[in-house]
Protein backbone atom coordinates (compact mmCIF):
# COMPACT_ATOMS: atom_id res chain seq x y z
CA UNK A 1 0.00 0.00 0.00
CA UNK A 2 1.00 3.63 -1.02
CA UNK A 3 1.83 6.65 1.73
CA UNK A 4 1.39 9.42 0.28
CA UNK A 5 3.48 11.75 1.89
CA UNK A 6 5.05 15.36 0.95
CA UNK A 7 8.84 15.93 0.02
CA UNK A 8 9.50 17.35 3.37
CA UNK A 9 7.99 14.51 5.18
CA UNK A 10 10.26 11.95 2.58
CA UNK A 11 13.49 13.98 3.47
CA UNK A 12 12.17 13.93 7.02
CA UNK A 13 12.05 10.16 6.97
CA UNK A 14 15.11 9.87 4.73
CA UNK A 15 17.04 11.47 7.50
CA UNK A 16 15.35 9.83 10.64
CA UNK A 17 16.34 6.88 9.10
CA UNK A 18 19.97 7.56 8.90
CA UNK A 19 20.37 8.93 12.60
CA UNK A 20 18.70 5.66 13.89
CA UNK A 21 21.49 3.65 11.79
CA UNK A 22 23.78 5.93 13.05
CA UNK A 23 22.48 4.76 16.50
CA UNK A 24 22.79 0.91 15.91
CA UNK A 25 26.29 1.37 14.41
CA UNK A 26 27.29 3.22 18.26
CA UNK A 27 25.22 -0.19 19.87
CA UNK A 28 27.33 -2.66 17.53
CA UNK A 29 30.28 -0.51 18.79
CA UNK A 30 29.39 -0.86 22.48
CA UNK A 31 28.58 -4.41 22.03
CA UNK A 32 32.03 -5.32 21.04
CA UNK A 33 33.97 -3.52 23.65
CA UNK A 34 31.69 -5.45 26.11
CA UNK A 35 32.40 -8.62 24.58
CA UNK A 36 36.12 -7.94 23.96
CA UNK A 37 35.98 -6.72 27.83
CA UNK A 38 36.74 -9.50 30.48
CA UNK A 39 32.99 -11.55 29.92
CA UNK A 40 33.50 -13.33 33.48
CA UNK A 41 32.32 -10.49 35.54
CA UNK A 42 27.96 -10.39 35.91
CA UNK A 43 28.59 -6.59 35.02
CA UNK A 44 29.73 -7.30 31.28
CA UNK A 45 28.01 -10.18 30.70
CA UNK A 46 24.74 -7.97 31.46
CA UNK A 47 25.76 -5.05 29.03
CA UNK A 48 26.48 -7.59 26.54
CA UNK A 49 23.39 -8.89 26.45
CA UNK A 50 21.19 -5.63 26.91
CA UNK A 51 23.15 -4.44 24.02
CA UNK A 52 22.35 -7.30 22.18
CA UNK A 53 18.77 -6.88 22.65
CA UNK A 54 18.93 -3.46 21.93
CA UNK A 55 20.54 -4.16 18.20
CA UNK A 56 17.47 -6.32 17.40
CA UNK A 57 14.81 -4.23 17.93
CA UNK A 58 16.80 -1.15 16.24
CA UNK A 59 17.41 -3.66 13.60
CA UNK A 60 14.11 -4.39 13.46
CA UNK A 61 12.77 -0.53 13.40
CA UNK A 62 15.17 -0.06 10.45
CA UNK A 63 13.57 -2.46 8.37
CA UNK A 64 10.40 -1.46 9.24
CA UNK A 65 11.01 2.59 8.38
CA UNK A 66 13.00 1.49 5.20
CA UNK A 67 9.73 -0.80 4.06
CA UNK A 68 7.59 2.72 5.00
CA UNK A 69 10.38 4.71 2.94
CA UNK A 70 9.76 2.23 -0.38
CA UNK A 71 6.00 2.28 -0.02
CA UNK A 72 6.40 6.14 0.07
CA UNK A 73 4.73 8.22 -2.71
CA UNK A 74 5.74 12.08 -3.06
CA UNK A 75 2.61 13.93 -4.01
CA UNK A 76 3.56 16.79 -5.53
CA UNK A 77 1.28 20.01 -4.20
CA UNK A 78 -0.05 21.08 -7.61
CA UNK A 79 -1.60 18.16 -8.45
CA UNK A 80 -4.42 18.85 -10.14
CA UNK A 81 -8.25 17.69 -8.38
CA UNK A 82 -10.78 15.64 -9.48
CA UNK A 83 -14.05 16.65 -7.25
CA UNK A 84 -16.10 14.35 -8.51
CA UNK A 85 -14.51 12.06 -5.73
CA UNK A 86 -12.51 12.68 -2.55
CA UNK A 87 -9.05 12.56 -2.58
CA UNK A 88 -6.38 14.67 -1.94
CA UNK A 89 -6.17 18.19 -2.25
CA UNK A 90 -9.50 18.80 -2.21
CA UNK A 91 -11.98 20.51 0.59
CA UNK A 92 -14.74 18.41 1.96
CA UNK A 93 -17.86 19.41 3.26
CA UNK A 94 -19.59 17.12 5.48
CA UNK A 95 -22.61 16.61 7.62
CA UNK A 96 -21.60 14.17 10.82
CA UNK A 97 -24.44 12.95 13.02
CA UNK A 98 -23.36 11.18 16.30
CA UNK A 99 -25.78 7.85 16.47
CA UNK A 100 -25.69 7.85 20.21
CA UNK A 101 -26.74 11.21 21.28
CA UNK A 102 -28.37 12.24 17.88
CA UNK A 103 -26.21 15.55 17.30
CA UNK A 104 -26.01 16.73 13.52
CA UNK A 105 -22.83 18.99 12.81
CA UNK A 106 -21.93 20.20 9.08
CA UNK A 107 -17.64 20.68 9.02
CA UNK A 108 -15.57 21.44 6.33
CA UNK A 109 -11.87 20.17 5.96
CA UNK A 110 -9.51 19.77 3.22
CA UNK A 111 -7.30 16.46 3.04
CA UNK A 112 -3.75 16.27 2.34
CA UNK A 113 -0.56 14.04 2.37
CA UNK A 114 1.06 13.41 5.04
CA UNK A 115 3.20 15.65 6.15
CA UNK A 116 1.12 18.83 5.43
CA UNK A 117 -1.20 18.23 8.28
CA UNK A 118 -2.51 21.61 9.91
CA UNK A 119 -5.01 21.42 12.38
CA UNK A 120 -5.60 25.25 12.80
CA UNK A 121 -6.55 25.29 9.42
CA UNK A 122 -8.92 22.28 8.96
CA UNK A 123 -5.96 20.63 6.94
CA UNK A 124 -5.94 16.64 8.28
CA UNK A 125 -4.01 13.84 6.59
CA UNK A 126 -5.30 11.33 4.48
CA UNK A 127 -5.48 8.64 6.76
CA UNK A 128 -7.13 10.02 9.68
CA UNK A 129 -9.15 7.86 10.99
CA UNK A 130 -12.45 10.26 10.58
CA UNK A 131 -11.33 10.69 6.92
CA UNK A 132 -9.54 8.02 5.06
CA UNK A 133 -13.41 6.04 5.17
CA UNK A 134 -14.65 9.47 2.84
CA UNK A 135 -11.54 8.69 -0.27
CA UNK A 136 -13.58 7.71 -2.88
CA UNK A 137 -16.43 8.55 -1.96
CA UNK A 138 -18.64 10.90 -4.04
CA UNK A 139 -21.44 14.18 -3.20
CA UNK A 140 -24.01 12.24 -1.35
CA UNK A 141 -22.79 9.11 -0.51
CA UNK A 142 -23.31 8.36 3.25
CA UNK A 143 -20.80 6.42 5.43
CA UNK A 144 -21.37 4.98 8.98
CA UNK A 145 -17.51 5.35 10.90
CA UNK A 146 -16.51 3.81 14.16
CA UNK A 147 -15.22 5.75 17.07
CA UNK A 148 -14.25 5.10 20.23
CA UNK A 149 -17.58 7.08 21.31
CA UNK A 150 -19.71 5.61 19.06
CA UNK A 151 -21.02 5.61 15.41
CA UNK A 152 -20.95 8.73 13.49
CA UNK A 153 -22.99 8.99 10.31
CA UNK A 154 -21.52 11.00 7.55
CA UNK A 155 -22.65 12.27 4.49
CA UNK A 156 -20.49 14.11 2.16
CA UNK A 157 -22.34 17.47 0.94
CA UNK A 158 -19.44 19.11 -1.16
CA UNK A 159 -16.10 18.53 -2.70
CA UNK A 160 -14.72 21.52 -3.93
CA UNK A 161 -10.74 22.19 -5.46
CA UNK A 162 -8.09 23.28 -2.98
CA UNK A 163 -6.84 26.27 -3.23
CA UNK A 164 -3.10 26.37 -2.89
Given at each position: ?K ?13 K ?8 A ?26 T ?11 D ?16 V??E??G ?5 C????N ?56 T ?9
Amino acid sequence: MKIFVTKEYFDKSQQKIQEIQERLAKIRSDKTAAYTEDTNTWHDNFAYEHLTREEKQTEKLVADLVADLDNMLIVPTDKPVTTETVGLYCWVCVTQENEKTGIQTECRFGIVPLGAEDVSKKLYAYNMPLVKPLLGLSIGDEITVRVPSGEIITTILSITPFDM
